[in-house]
């Protein structure tokens, strides 16, 4: 085992060589077990939805029992996806919004709402009148809104309305895509992909676009504007980033899942002096929290709190073996971590209802008790310093950075001090200094080596003057990998972003926080669009979205919803669907003639770049402002008659 196929992270490569020293298996020896996995899953055709079944599709059996066909099985196993990846999403943002409720209707509790300011930009998005009346009463309005865009039976989202340009909710109503509500679009996935229902590949993806609509401006948008009101806006603040961030001598308390109402709350009480108290009695320097996976992004973009590492390095974290507690609630945790727990002295603790794992302790988390549970997590941590068993391994790999941007304050930073507007930004685009911009998310996925293909993809983007912002587990990636330090940008940039980054003074890799706050990404291209002089929607502007390590159905849901607001997005691996002919050339060809966006599959992280820039670049031919490139074409001859 070369570890270099396997991860390009240096403390990753030494940690995956101690899980092999160790006899340990993690998802690289998982997936090596699993090969070669099954062609017709890959393919997207192969139908487990009735007890006909399961039916693969082949040259010598191209129906189903109930007569299915290729494109029909594979564009119902894809919406299926969506689906699941926006209830993921949506749920998540549900939670945050009862959180919402509670702060708003109980006298006390351990929530507050942190951010006023944007607590009556939000309710004033939402059509609620917020002058002359206090917080409460905005909140209980925006609380009652809010709620209802999940169930509601009538009428359409309103935040898809508050939010995204209206030339692109035009081009959702003429194309039938308007989400409706949240809950809603999820569950008619369901039903439409039942036995018998719709067979119209078409109008399958389009329901999956709709639900996609409905994640990506609904239920994620949700989560983050509720997030920042409760637990403040993220300013840029400085981090800390990889397995290094873990401390042998303090009690290591990791936080790993996706919402924030836990971990927030977890890192508030760390800091109580009882608490760092009882640390130092029990022999401990103090006590440490670290974030993994999207947990990581929300308190990180928040408070600076250290991030250990990102998917792929949830199993190696527990293997430096001075984790005392490694904290879930739901999302994105390997089950494989129940049994690696039992190696160490670690205490693998699952907090929500809907996330129990075999191997794990469970104490409920209940918003209403927060600092209580978390002060009883904390002190479990801290009993459980003097127990550790293997001898404490921490690579001495760390990498510093700035992150906490978001759609409000890139005006600021954009715009420097005296104008705050996406002006700057705008006029950037248009005078080429930068060509445009991508978003790189998503995953790791242990079928490409871990985050070589983020910052390989990256790296090249920025060289080639693309500004990039970042979430989730790519976030983390660009971070360990020095990408979101100013002096980036130096070492990294072509001259025009170059330039743009120095006078600004922000990194070329911009951290935008999780994968819900992709939602940050759909409100900073609509307020780009809203500043003009780059078209007026989405879809002409010279931007383009990736995910080269992919592998959850969550990234699904991101990619269609990008998809469905005009964006070209490249992902790695390909989507489930390439045994079905028709689906495969709609959605990476002609569903642009009907949304605006299309999908691409590319594995070479060079290659998927250059495929961005070319598409950036064709944008900006549309758009006219490749002006400098025109010029070079003149001769003389063209120039005199110019100069007349
Ligand atoms: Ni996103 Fe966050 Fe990471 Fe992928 Fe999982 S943590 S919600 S799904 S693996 S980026």
Known sequence: MDVKERSSDKAAQEMISRMAEAGQQNAWDRLEAQSPQCGFGKQGICCRLCSM?????????????????????????????????????????????????????????????????????????????????????????????????????EGTLVSA?????????????????????????????????????????????????????????????????????????????????????????QVNIIVHGHEPTLSDIIVSVSQEPELIKMAKDNGAEGINIAGICCTANEILMRHGIPVAGNFLQQELAMMTGVVEVMLVDVQCIMPALGSLSDCFHTRLITTSPKCKIAGAEHIEFHEDRAVEIARE??????????NRKAKARIPKVTERGIAGFTTENIFYHLGGRFRASYRPLNDNII??????????????????????????????????????????????????????????????????LYEVCETVGIPPVLYVGSCVDNSRILTILANVVAEGGLGDDISELPVAGAAPEWMSEKAISIGMYFVAS????????????????????????????????KWAFERDPIKAAGMMIEHIEKKRDALGINVEKERKLYDMEERRVLEV
Request: hydrophobic share 40%.
């Open 377 to 386: 997590i904390i002190k479990i941590g801290i009993e459980n310093f003097a």
């Open 161 to 249: 309305a508050a939010y995204a340009p209206p030339a692109r909710q035009k081009v959702w109503q003429e194309f039938g895509v308007t989400p409706r509500s949240i809950d809603r679009e999820i569950v008619e996935i369901m039903h439409r992909t039942h036995i018998g229902v719709g067979s119209d590949y078409k109008n399958l993806v389009k329901q999956g676009i709709r639900c996609s609509l409905a994640d990506g401006w609904g239920g994620s948008l949700i989560a983050t504007e509720l997030s920042d009101i409760l637990f403040g806006s993220p300013q840029p603040i400085r981090f800390s980033a990889n397995l290094g961030v873990l401390d042998a001598k």
């Open 431 to 496: 005078n080429g200094r930068i060509r445009g911009a991508a978003g790189v998310v998503g995953c790791n996925n242990p079928k490409q080596v871990h985050d070589y293909g983020h910052l390989t993809m990256i790296k090249e983007l920025i060289r080639n003057n693309v500004l990039v912002v970042s979430t989730g587990c790519s976030a983390i990636a660009a971070a360990k990998a020095g990408l979101m330090r100013p002096d980036a940008a130096e070492k990294y940039c072509g001259k025009g």
């Open 53 to 153: 079944g399961p039916c693969r599709i082949s040259k010598k059996a191209p129906l189903g029992v109930c007569g299915a066909d290729a494109d029909t099985i594979a564009a119902r196993n894809l919406v299926r996806m969506i689906a699941a990846g926006a209830a993921a999403h949506s749920d998540h943002g549900r939670d945050i919004a009862h959180t919402f409720k509670m702060v708003v209707e109980s006298e006390q509790c351990d929530y507050m709402i942190k951010d006023e300011l944007k607590l009556r930009e939000v309710a004033a998005r939402y059509g609620i009148k917020v002058e002359g009346r206090d917080t409460k009463e905005i909140a209980g309005d925006l609380s009652d809104a809010v709620m209802a865009e999940f169930g509601k039976q």
């Open 566 to 597: 005009g964006v070209y997005t490249v992902i790695a691996e390909p989507l489930p669907i390439l045994g079905a002919p028709n689906l495969t050339r709609y959605l990476t060809d002609e569903i642009e003639k009907d949304i605006g966006g």
